[in-house]
């Protein structure tokens, strides 16, 4: 067993969206405090058992980023890769939505942190207290060891040497984003839907990456909202099996028949008095409290016909339609409403995890 000091250079996005290819080309990207995480290693390897404690840094250095890991034991090189892999991919999506969440111009650009494991820069050392254990017992050891990671309870903030700064972030948010995210699953769906949604230039995959999260809040808190069925049980049988009957006189495919019989039964049951756009409207304003969104040069309010906007367009490009150009710019414009409202809907999910610890 080794021990082994891990350097990565974290990458981000510089091109922007209004056809200025050169607009962020001088993106240099400032915490205003450098984060620093201790994790806990147990290690187990035969009879050889103890714990270290292990230190993560997101740093500045020579105007880039790095996510530094010191004090990584492994059994191999591969191995203590994997595991900054593994930590790196739970980092870089919090990281870059808590960038995102203080960026103004977001009609102008996206940034969403990555890395390339093959850039990452490891130093190998003897790990001697493991050495000394197995000279003093000269025992077999068990090549099944494992190493297991478990983050402590806090996150701790060092003070930047940088003084000039071009775009300047507040990390003080990071670890209740981080936190939340690894205490819910669904804060940790919601972020890697955001996440991947920043790094697509294509808005289309943009658009849909961020409905994702919309369709989440439409499935968990719907009945939250009060809405009257349409028919009572008793009348969507009656429904039902008059839509069976009918289906029967044309088709004799069992299998056809059950499925639209399923789509169907389905609809009527939860048929409500209030379209999808009026319960999207009332869960964003009643549960969210979001009325209006006001970031930079993106503002709007929460209406129906600004929801409806959404879903036409989702159904657009799921029947795969074909855009113009005027449709693109729409589509564009949708998708950057849609990027801050889920921003700010996640960031509420988390601040109310934060409320109820």
């Not at 940088?162 to 939340?180: E, K, N």
Request: aromatic share 12%.
């Amino acid at each position: 067993m080794k021990m082994y000091n891990l350097s990565v250079p974290l990458d981000y996005t510089r091109m922007g969206f209004l056809d200025e290819p050169d607009f962020t080309t001088d993106l240099v990207i400032r915490f205003a405090e450098q984060i620093t995480d201790t994790l806990t290693l147990v290690i187990t390897k035969g009879d050889f058992k103890t714990s270290e404690t292990c230190t993560i840094e997101v740093i500045e250095r020579e105007n880039n980023v790095f996510f530094e890991v010191s004090n990584m034991f492994a059994d191999n090189k591969n191995y203590a890769v994997d595991l900054a892999t593994k930590l790196l991919n739970h980092y870089v999506p919090a990281l870059s939505f808590m960038i995102q969440q203080q960026n103004d111009n977001q009609h102008r650009f996206h940034t969403q942190l990555g890395f390339n494991p093959r850039n990452i820069i490891v130093t190998e050392y003897n790990y001697k207290k493991y050495d000394e254990f197995t000279q003093k017992f000269r025992k077999e050891i068990d090549a099944d060891g494992n190493v297991t990671i478990h983050l402590q309870s806090s996150i701790l903030f060092i003070d930047s040497a940088h003084s000039v700064l071009t775009a300047t972030f507040q990390t003080s948010t990071f670890p209740q984003i981080y936190r939340a995210a690894a205490n819910d699953t669904d804060v940790n769906f919601m972020l890697n839907s955001f996440y991947r949604a920043l790094g697509f230039q294509d808005y289309i995959s943009k658009f849909f990456n961020l409905f994702i999260i919309i369709e989440s809040l439409e499935r968990d808190y719907s009945q939250l909202i009060e809405a009257k069925k349409v028919f009572q049980p008793d009348q969507a049988k009656q429904i039902v099996e008059s839509f069976n009957a009918i289906i029967q006189t044309h088709t004799s495919n069992k299998d056809y028949r059950l499925r639209i019989g399923s789509i169907v039964s389905n609809a009527v049951k939860n048929m409500t008095d209030k379209p999808r756009s009026a319960k999207l409207v009332l869960i964003l304003k009643d549960y969210f409290g979001i009325k209006e969104i006001k970031k930079g040069a993106i503002q709007y309010e929460i209406t129906d016909t600004v929801v409806e906007g959404w879903l036409s367009i989702r159904n657009g490009l799921f029947h795969a339609k074909n855009l113009g150009e005027a449709e693109k710019e729409k589509l564009r414009n949708l998708t950057n409403q849609l990027l801050v409202l889920c921003e700010t809907i996640i960031g509420k999910i988390i601040d109310r995890h934060s409320e109820t610890k």
